[in-house]
């Protein structure tokens, strides 16, 4: 144990931010979270990063003397060689803060610092569903779409620290629909969780009458709600859910014709909806891909939930000391 | 002059083969070229990749005990880890022809072996439009559209050897173009010269008369020709010339919000048309790409032109000399 090195990872998000300490092998002690509240500003923020820090030794029974190494991961824009959070639209009124280095000064510890989706991406690398792969993509299905690329144990960072952007790919010219980015056409303005819903209320509109018609007179319609009418039968939501796997699997054969990874993984609230729907995704990429990737690259969903910021923190600050995972 | 490294680049097409020696700094002395002739079989092609290359280095005025490795690039379909040609639409009726082994055995020295567009992006990275960058992506528009992608001096080859095959990025989902991959909606089938001028022959069909309409009476269309005819004034080849330039903006963006590179280069034919149809591409690459990739990416054309390909194979033979150029 005395030998065995320890990583404190910690994802900062627009509401908590969640720490804990991560063992040598991806294991995380029981975590804690505190609220972000980034309305009472970056310098409260930063101490608020150092208290969960904190508070994570503490709930593993540690100190800060077992700990090898930080990793922080924060939504964006950011600039990664730097370690600056730069002009976050999910941390307002964040603007330039010195991430990085206040952490690694505060603790005197080797600090990590990555993007959100980038670290949750190396979470499922380290020790979710890419444990063993060499190199894996992957989508968060959220109120956007995330990504993160990983090649030889390493995050695709990007020469502006925007690399792995998947959601804003353009995937449609014709009819491009309007991206929360502002551009057109994006695999996001089709595929987030807020776009599914989108696509559902307006193909309600001149639909027949269904069981989705009666979820949108008496609650709010969500992408889970749509998932559960498919499950349910209803022919207008499995339509949406067909769509919406096709979309995913462009997604997905567009990646493997430009990284050509060994795995392309899925995570976000749709992928809670189970198997079912990964055969759906599965079942449409032969339609886009090339047959050597569509028989042979892996799709999954994700295995680590809302814990792979975390881990995947952890995983960046483990880096610093191990080098890359796995070359 | 003793004591520094050579290589010998050897490009295979379908309709020729070209090999040169090329110095520590990418500097290639003068090349040489044999007919490919396919046709002959692959045993036939092997001893003429041979004979190429021992008529390079004479061409350089050396001898074989003067070159350090040799790099073989050819077209797809390939296994880049096993160094065998698979199934080449381009070298019919050649199938799983050992190349890396074959000239290694023969010559005896080490022998890098990778796919004709991921040398011709290394042959750019090495001394071309992209000497002195950190990442490089590459589209080239020819009959189909091809890719390298650099990063760090490495070529990204994918998982099974399909990484960089920008051509096959899906762009369009309400009208998707049959692309002569049998898949639709892809760059190529928009952006490659044939399907330019395809995309011309279509609109000519329902278009007021034109310079374009004359050419189209007198001699074949060719993509060269519609882009003469833009510079001349021809609005309908200008309309076309312009939409093409929007669709490459979009694979450009696509790839910026993916590999986030340094440099996008475009090499082929339709480059030749000069910088006033780069700074077409230019002016559309706002609408696509997020502001920082869009300010930041330099955006150029192929600097050696049918030599790249040479060029980079003998940047894939330093490599397993000198190790990766940049990292």
Chains 1, 2 share one sequence.
Request: with cysteine; aromatic share 6%; hydrophobic share 40%.
């Amino acid at each position: 144990m005395a030998n065995e090195l320890r990583y404190v990872g910690l994802d900062v998000g627009g509401t908590t931010m969640k720490a804990a300490v991560v063992d040598d092998d991806g294991r995380p002690a029981p975590h804690v979270s505190l609220p972000t509240e980034p309305e009472r500003g970056q310098e409260a923020g930063l101490e608020t990063m150092c208290e969960t820090i904190r508070q994570a030794v503490v709930a593993a029974g540690l100190t800060l003397d077992d700990i090898a190494a930080i990793g922080v991961a924060t939504p964006g824009t950011m600039d990664l060689k730097t370690g600056y959070i730069l002009d976050p639209p999910n941390l307002k009124p964040w603007r330039n803060v010195p991430v990085r280095d206040y952490i690694a000064h505060k603790f005197g510890k080797p600090t990590a610092f990555q993007n959100d989706a980038n670290a949750a991406a190396m979470g499922e690398y380290w020790s979710g569903a890419g444990a063993g792969v060499r190199s894996l993509v992957m989508f968060t299905l959220g109120t956007g779409v995330g990504g993160g690329i990983i090649i030889n144990g390493e995050v695709l960072e990007g020469e502006h620290s925007h690399g792995a952007e998947l959601g804003h790919m353009k995937i449609e010219m014709t009819k491009p629909r309007l991206c929360g980015c502002g551009k057109r056409g994006c695999l996001e303005a089709y595929a987030s969780a807020t776009a599914v819903v989108k696509r559902t209320e307006e193909a309600l509109a001149g639909a027949p009458p269904s069981i989705l018609h009666q979820v949108f007179r008496e609650k709010k319609l969500t992408a889970q709600r749509i998932f559960d009418a498919a499950k349910a039968g209803d022919p207008l939501a499995e339509k949406i859910v067909d769509e919406t796997a096709a979309i995913l699997a462009i997604g997905a054969a567009n990646l493997m014709h430009v990284i050509n990874p060994e795995m392309v993984v899925f995570a976000g609230g749709m992928t809670e909806s189970g198997d079912w729907f990964l055969q759906k995704i599965r079942n449409h990429v032969p339609t886009y891909a090339f047959p050597v990737p569509a028989e042979r690259t892996k799709i999954r969903f994700a295995q680590l939930g809302s814990d792979a910021g975390f881990i995947g923190a952890a995983a960046c600050a483990r880096q610093l000391i191990r080098g890359a995972l796995r070359r």
